[in-house]
């Protein structure tokens, strides 16, 4: 889910990457640290134990 600033979590479309870091300068020697809050939204199941996957592909140019 994106946070628009100010404003309610929104969900991002279905299938549609969404770009959280983007950078013009090279990286520092031991990389670039960029942190995220996200929230998800579990529908109404059976008590049981959840979990989820964020992948991340950085590419360059």
């Known amino acids: 889910m994106e946070q628009i600033p100010g404003g309610p979590f929104v ?3 279905l299938g549609t990457p969404v770009e ?3 950078k ?6 031991d ?3 960029f942190s ?5 939204t579990i529908p109404f199941v059976r ?3 959840y979990s989820g ?6 590419t360059t140019l």
Do not use: C, K, M, Q
């Open 31 to 33: 990389g670039d640290d």
């Open 20 to 22: 959280v870091f983007r």
């Open 36 to 40: 995220h809050e996200y929230r998800i």
């Open 24 to 29: 013009t300068a090279l990286s520092a020697a």
């Open 11 to 13: 969900p991002p479309a």
């Open 53 to 58: 996957t964020i992948n991340y592909v950085a």
């Open 47 to 49: 008590p049981d134990t």
